[in-house]
């Protein structure tokens, strides 16, 4: 596997159903949103991305969208390895809405997400093959919970992910830890398939948008 992403969205509605609709994008809507996010920074324009190519911008650098019912947003400042502690700035944006972060990179095989409803932390979890669980607060969501019941467990050489996590990292103190099992990065794709309708990698969804068509406005701030 060899994706990457930091993104966090905004939703009053089935994010999957929006993105399968490929709506247009409203640009003056989506400048404000990131001025109102970026109040002291000045916002350069640069070249239009789209979800397929602009999943992990460079620090210094977002992609956004807001469209009807939805909002997204690609910034280096969601690849954070404990989700609860997003700045507060980016919950208040969501106004009542529905927030997620989810964030993965492949080269080190960490991935995380999180889920906000009228402002309060539902779900976050976070782990990686070398530093365990980083963060694990609220109930698992669905889609985890083959992972957590043993059905989704490497096997024969990837069996190997199992002996890197056998530690749990709570608050900078590390616990003895039954291990994880399984590949985070694919933990990753299904939570992008259950929460957004795509993946990066692996099998899409028979009805998956196509993220070539989902553009985005590409801002530097300096």
């Known amino acids: 596997m060899g994706a990457k992403d930091w993104m966090i969205m905004y939703a009053d509605t089935d994010v ?50 807001v469209y009807p019912g939805l909002t997204v947003l690609l910034t280096e400042e969601a690849a954070h390895d404990r989700p609860s502690r997003l700045s507060q700035r980016f919950i208040d944006e969501a106004r009542g809405r529905k927030v997620y972060l989810h964030a993965m990179h492949s080269v080190v095989g960490w991935f995380a997400y999180a889920v906000w409803e009228n402002g309060a932390l539902q779900r976050s979890l976070s782990l990686s093959p070398d530093d365990g669980i980083l963060e694990r607060i609220g109930d698992p969501l669905p889609f985890e919970q083959p992972y957590w019941a043993g059905e989704r467990a490497e096997e024969g050489d990837d ?23 399984f590949n985070p990065l694919e933990l990753g794709e299904d939570a992008l398939s259950a929460l957004f309708g795509f993946v990066y990698e692996g099998t899409p969804p028979d009805d998956a948008p196509d993220l070539e068509r989902i553009v985005l406005a590409g801002y530097r701030l300096s």
């Not at 199992?162 to 039954?178: I, R």
Request: aromatic share 6%.
């Open 16 to 65: 999957a159903g929006v993105l399968r609709r490929h709506p247009p994008i409203d640009r003056a809507a989506t400048r404000a949103l990131v001025a109102r996010l970026h109040p002291d920074t000045s916002l350069i324009p640069i070249a239009d991305g789209t979800l397929a190519d602009q999943s992990n911008p460079e620090d210094g650098t977002v992609y956004a969208g």
């Open 159 to 181: 069996a190997a992910w199992a002996e890197f996590t056998k530690f749990v990292v709570v608050e900078g103190a590390t616990k003895a830890a039954q291990p994880f099992d």
